[in-house]
Each structure stands twice: as structure tokens, then as C-alpha cells.
């Protein structure tokens, strides 16, 4: 059973360029939500998906966008990068309303 | 706003003994509440949920408190191993009614060193 998968792994980008990072979820979730993590803190809920809608979104300008598609993976674009923008993104699937979330490995975005 | 917190500091303790991680939340009233672990560049892994309902959860070595009068969870880790050493999450719903899910506020994580 194929767990949460996320695709690349790391992405070095440059300020001012866009970036589309790619979730798979685990086998049978059909939400998808998108943190973003810095250094030494928690995640930080970006969005969420489901039936290929954003269902509830975090603090993130519009620069933050999102996709899902009818097989339920999920893309997270970012527009005109900012050397903040540098983090672990992590995307996390989740059944329904079930709470617990299963989180993939992470894509470590850094901005120069 | 709401707001979680955990113990800010690392946690050492020795192989054998019982962790105990702290996290307090704010200007909420949680339907529930998450633990999870996370290893230094990975994705953090769902380990307890437990709801406002229940005072005590166990699941192997790992037993989770959760005190809604203190808006407080204390997480524990028995027979502590070297290989618990990570940094722990706190997490909660955004939204009181449990079949909200989704949207979860985690707190900083408490890193806890377990040395043999």
C-alpha cells in the first residue's frame, strides 16, 4: 500500500520564479492539504483540497495556488518566489473528515 | 487568535525512563487533538487522536492526557528508547465540530533526545 508521495524531493529556484510541487495520496484518501514548514517550527496549513475544490485555505497570499485532480493527487504553485518562500512543503491525505493526516516526505524548496 | 504551545526547550533523558511532552492551547475548544512524530527532513507520522470526551488514550508505550478544563495534553513515552529520539508535534483542528477534519494549527514541537 503506496503511502503519500511527493515529487521533487528538492528544487533550488531563484527569486521571482514559479515553482509546482506534486502530491500522490495514500490509497483510498481523497483530501489533501498543503503545510509549509520552516526551520525549527511546525507546519503551517497552506490549503486543502477535496473533490477538486479548495475547501479551506491558511494566512498565505495569492501567490499560494493550488490544484486537485479527479484521481485526487494534487499540485501546490507558487508564483514570483521570495527568498521567504524557502521551506519543507509538505502535503498530507487524509480521508474525508477523518482527522489524522498521513504526511508524505516533503519537497525542500530553497530560493536564491 | 488561537494559539498552541510546547515545551520550547530540547528534552534529554535516559534510555529506560519516562518522557513527558507538554502542549497548552488558547482561545479554543479543540472537538480533538493529534500527536505526531517527525524525524529531522522527513514528513511528520500520525501516531494518537484523542477527543474531548476522553481523559486518557494508550497506545503501546505511548499514552496521551488530555485535559480540556487546563487546555492541556501531556504525551508520555514509557521505557523510553534511543530510537524515540525526534521531534514531537501537537496538533488541532481548525473548527470545534469534529467532522470539520482538515485544517490542522501545530505547535512548534518539543525535540526529545534519548540517550542510551
Known amino acids: 500500500d503506496a503511502g503519500v508521495t511527493q515529487s521533487p524531493t528538492h528544487l533550488i529556484k531563484t527569486r521571482g520564479q514559479q515553482v509546482t510541487l506534486r502530491c500522490s495520496p495514500k490509497?483510498?484518501?481523497?483530501?489533501v492539504s498543503w503545510y509549509q514548514q520552516a526551520l525549527g517550527q511546525g507546519p503551517q496549513f497552506i490549503f486543502q483540497y477535496y473533490e477538486e475544490e479548495e475547501r479551506q485555505r491558511g494566512n498565505f497570499p495569492d501567490r499560494f495556488s493550488g490544484h486537485q485532480f479527479p484521481n485526487y493527487s494534487s499540485e501546490l504553485n507558487v508564483n514570483a518566489l521570495l527568498l521567504g518562500d524557502s521551506a519543507l512543503y509538505l502535503c498530507a491525505s487524509s480521508y474525508r473528515d477523518r482527522g489524522e493526516q498521513y504526511f508524505g516526505p516533503g519537497t525542500r524548496l530553497t530560493v536564491t | 487568535s488561537q494559539k498552541i504551545e510546547q515545551n520550547s526547550e530540547a528534552l534529554n533523558i535516559q534510555e529506560g525512563k519516562t518522557a513527558t511532552l507538554t502542549c497548552n492551547y488558547t482561545?479554543?475548544?479543540?472537538?480533538?487533538l493529534q500527536w505526531y512524530r517527525q524525524d529531522p527532513g522527513r514528513g511528520p507520522v500520525f501516531l494518537l487522536l484523542?477527543?474531548?470526551?476522553?481523559k486518557e488514550k494508550r497506545k503501546e508505550r505511548l499514552k496521551v492526557t488530555f485535559d480540556t478544563t487546563l487546555k492541556q495534553s501531556l504525551f508520555h513515552i514509557t521505557a523510553s528508547q534511543p530510537a524515540d529520539s525526534a521531534t514531537y508535534l501537537c496538533?488541532?483542528?481548525?473548527?470545534?465540530?469534529?467532522?470539520?477534519?482538515?485544517?490542522?494549527?501545530f505547535g512548534q514541537g518539543t525535540e526529545l533526545s534519548v540517550k542510551p
Open positions: 484523542i477527543r474531548e470526551n476522553e
Open positions: 496538533a488541532l483542528p481548525m473548527g470545534a465540530i469534529y467532522n470539520q477534519g482538515g485544517k490542522l494549527i
Open positions: 482561545n479554543y475548544s479543540p472537538a480533538y
Open positions: 490509497s483510498g484518501h481523497d483530501t
